[in-house]
């Protein structure tokens, strides 16, 4: 298996253009989270998908961003519009069945 | 809110050394885990347990869960060893990770 797919790997943006980052979860997995990382807080869970539903977006920072898995394969996080502290890395992960959790690679954020 | 807190932050140690890093946490958790994280890379997860111990390789890792405390340890460390290693617990009824701040570990040839 190919592993947790994040794309892009790095983006940089200008403040108030949107953003999205896109994740492949592991086949088969039915949990997806997406965590966000940064020096000051370390990492943070923003939001997390059981079998594509949203359980527990209590981390979401703020309405600009928002999160969907619109089916078992693929989710997307998406700022709008976004602002230089949103600048961090963001790693999605999946497991199954609430065993081992396997991060992607990350994708480094810089908005300007 | 679980307060999850490692020790040392920064470790510093000679290749062959052997290597613990701490963990400890203030409420009752379903599962800890301990990841490695490579500087620029990704996060993978080493262990996950919920009680007594698991040995991958050089790596084992501990938990009492009765104390809080759980412990990861290196032998005979290599400087490919070198990383940021992380201790997240999972609270009961959901499946949300409490991170502690990472150990920095340091092997020298």
């Known amino acids: 298996d190919a592993g947790v797919i994040q794309s892009p790997r790095h983006e940089v943006t200008e403040m108030g253009q949107e953003v999205t980052l896109r994740c492949k979860p592991i086949s088969g997995h039915d949990y997806l989270f997406w965590y966000r990382q940064t020096m000051m807080r370390g990492l943070e869970l923003l939001i997390y998908f059981n079998n594509n539903v949203p359980i527990d977006d209590s981390g979401m920072p703020e309405d600009r961003f928002s999160a969907k898995m619109p089916n078992a394969s693929f989710s997307t996080l998406k700022i709008q519009p976004s602002e230089p502290r949103d600048s961090a890395v963001y790693f999605c992960?999946?497991?199954?069945?609430?065993?081992?959790?396997?991060f992607g690679e990350g994708s480094w954020l810089t908005v300007v | 809110k679980n307060e999850v807190e490692q020790s040392p932050q920064n470790l510093t140690a000679q290749e062959g050394e052997f290597i613990t890093i701490n963990c400890s946490y203030s409420v009752g958790i379903s599962a800890l885990h301990w990841l490695q994280q490579h500087p620029g890379g990704g996060i993978v997860s080493l262990f996950m347990?919920?009680?007594g111990k698991k040995k991958h390789g050089r790596l084992i890792a501990t938990i009492n869960i009765q104390e809080k405390h759980s412990s990861l340890h290196i032998t005979a460390s290599h400087p490919r060893d070198s990383a940021v290693y992380i201790c997240a617990v999972k609270n009961f009824g959901n499946e949300k990770l409490t991170f502690g701040t990472g150990t920095r570990l340091t092997i020298i040839p």
């Open positions: 992960a999946s497991s199954f069945s609430r065993n081992t959790i396997y």
């Open positions: 347990l919920s009680s």
